[in-house]
């Protein structure tokens, strides 16, 4: 299966113009037997939310994917943050550090729209498509022969392809479709609320330093303050013009669009109890210097059987969407991308894509559930509930420090070497 040597052309759809997407593009654009496309619902390719954080695992994946990486992330204004502190925000011990991560690779907080249009910068125009809602997907004749997959959209058009990645989100349409198969009573594989909720905004750096202390920005830093029911958080971005201001906290009653009118009552009441902090003041202040405030519910997929059916796969938050308390979301998407772009790249004819898919889905279902289900977890630490640490700065930080070591600690080389050899032996099992 040498990578450069293919007994014919693949033709590739990803529904889904986001991160993910759009990082997979990248991928397959080394290969030059793939021709893919990109379809996007909206009417423009675009990101929603204010920044992401790019610990070492996700740019590791980047410089995979993308050689040229540190132009990219240079270009979209990515910010390298020397530590990320975490701080107790009230109670006797306000004010103690429970931990700093520093170290020599540091993490890079960037906007999502910035890195999004980098991204897309390098991949040819012809291949993206704007305003293309999915209406349909219809896989015909054998997947692991001939066949290949139709896919329609609600402007009436349709387009056939070798395989489809389903790229479009946490209500993913190409989700349903790979889970159709399957029973799910309880609902157990749909989209569901975590059990938090988080409001955040962009705020100039100079406004960010005068309110909540010029001691806080003298390095690039995040921060994050622990408090009782809620996590307080900012990080510069934007080549340090801009700051990211974020409240995150326990959810009792999800509203069922997903999102809530802020109000200074309402956070006040949500944070009531580190109102004593002038921090915690000043938080509130920035969150509500915006038009029309919002609260966002966060949702997660807590378990998902497959994340391949046939020649139809999904990746980022359409695979494993989870809660962003260990920044791991879009590092997850990356991986994706670097995973199924090598396995991808391997594939000599279209009767292998399937082998392929079902390859990707078994190499990385457990290490993304086992985010989901950690990140999960730390949002309690973090929002000072867990049961023996509470607010105490010694006993959060031997709580808190071990829970990224199998997120950052991945060996990616051998993690696509994994997935290149289960596609082996998917292959010589079908022989």
């Not at 944070?271 to 915690?280: A, K, N, R, V």
């Not at 006993?395 to 082996?424: C, V």
């Amino acid at each position: 299966m040498a990578e450069e040597t293919h007994a014919s052309s693949l033709k590739l759809a990803i529904i889904g113009g986001g991160l993910a997407g759009v990082t997979l593009g990248n991928a397959l654009i080394q290969h030059q037997h793939i021709e893919f496309h990109i379809y996007e619902s909206a009417l423009e390719f675009s990101e929603r939310g204010a920044a992401v954080g790019l610990a070492t695992n996700a740019q590791r994946a980047l410089y995979r994917v993308l050689p040229q990486a540190d132009a990219t992330l240079e270009r979209a204004g990515g910010v390298s943050m020397n530590s990320s502190r975490v701080m107790v925000g009230e109670g006797p011990s306000m004010g103690n550090m429970v931990f700093d991560l520093a170290g020599t690779d540091p993490g890079i907080v960037i906007h999502r729209a910035s890195l999004l249009r980098e991204l897309l910068a390098d991949l040819p125009k012809e291949a993206l498509h704007a305003n293309k809602k999915l209406s349909g997907i219809s896989e015909r004749g054998d997947s692991m022969v001939g066949g290949g997959v139709e896919v329609s959209f609600t402007d009436g058009t349709t387009a056939y392809f070798d395989a489809v990645v389903g790229a479009d989100g946490i209500f993913s349409a190409v989700r349903d479709y790979v889970l159709r198969e399957f029973q799910d009573p309880e609902n157990e594989f749909k989209a569901s609320p975590s059990g938090f909720w988080d409001c955040r905004n962009l705020v100039p750096f100079e406004k960010a330093k005068e309110t909540l202390g010029e001691q806080y920005f003298e390095l690039d830093r995040q921060y994050g303050w622990v408090t009782d029911g809620a996590l307080l958080m900012h990080d510069v971005l934007e080549n340090r013009t801009t700051v990211q201001c974020v409240v995150s906290a326990i959810e009792e009653d999800s509203p069922k669009d997903r999102k809530r009118p802020l109000s200074r009552e309402f956070l006040e009441k949500a944070l009531g109890s580190s109102l004593e902090s002038t921090h915690t003041r000043g938080m509130i202040d920035l969150i509500l210097d915006q038009p029309s405030p919002h609260g966002y519910s966060q949702w997660e997929h807590k378990a998902t059987p497959a994340y391949a059916s046939g020649r139809v796969c999904i990746i980022g938050d359409a695979a494993h969407a989870t809660t962003p308390w260990q920044g791991s979301g879009a590092g997850l998407a990356i991986e994706d991308a670097m995973v199924l772009g090598k396995l991808l790249g391997a594939v000599t004819s279209a009767g292998e894509i399937s082998a392929a898919m079902e390859a990707f889905s078994d190499v990385r279902r457990p290490r993304c559930q086992r985010v989901i289900d950690s990140s999960r977890g730390t949002a309690r630490i973090l929002c000072g509930k867990h049961p023996e640490a509470g607010l105490d700065p010694d006993r959060l930080k031997e709580t808190l420090m071990p829970r990224w070591n199998h997120i950052y600690g991945i060996d990616h080389e051998k993690h696509e070497s994994d997935a290149l050899q289960k596609f082996e032996q998917i292959l010589q099992g079908r022989k």
